[in-house]
């Protein structure tokens, strides 16, 4: 049985960090590609970052680059958000996701499994 379980959200004030993790069971985690995206309420999910399965390559959003870092950990079937510098507007349900393909992309349409979320909130 395939899981990602998203955990490290909670409230925060802008300028402060947060760490997610994403722990993953039931596929072969080191083979896939991990990405991170975010929804905020009224709008669409949109992509947060990716790694590639080995971690030679991340990609990030425009709005997240310099502030938000992916790492993963292919020991511990575990893939990281480092979130610093975090904006009102970085408020969101954060999901987890993996990419058979392996590369990383920035569609989640070619995201395979999916975590349930959770809930990262930065008050002004």
């Known amino acids: 049985q395939v899981q990602l379980v998203e955990s490290g959200g909670g409230l925060v004030q802008a300028g402060d960090s947060l760490r997610l993790s994403c722990a993953t069971s039931?596929?072969?985690?080191?083979?896939?590609?991990m990405g991170w995206f975010r929804q905020a309420p009224g709008k669409e999910r949109e992509f947060v970052a990716a790694?590639?399965?080995?971690?030679?390559?991340?990609y990030y959003a425009d709005s997240v680059q310099g502030r938000f870092t992916i790492s993963r950990d292919n020991a511990k079937n575990t893939v990281y958000l480092e979130m610093n510098i975090l904006k009102p507007e970085d408020t969101a349900v954060y999901y987890c996701a993996a990419d058979a393909l392996g590369y990383g992309s920035r569609w989640s349409s070619e995201y395979e499994y999916w975590g349930q979320g959770t809930q990262v909130t930065i008050s002004s």
């Open positions: 790694i590639s399965w080995s971690g030679g390559s991340s």
């Open positions: 039931g596929f072969t985690f080191a083979s896939y590609a």
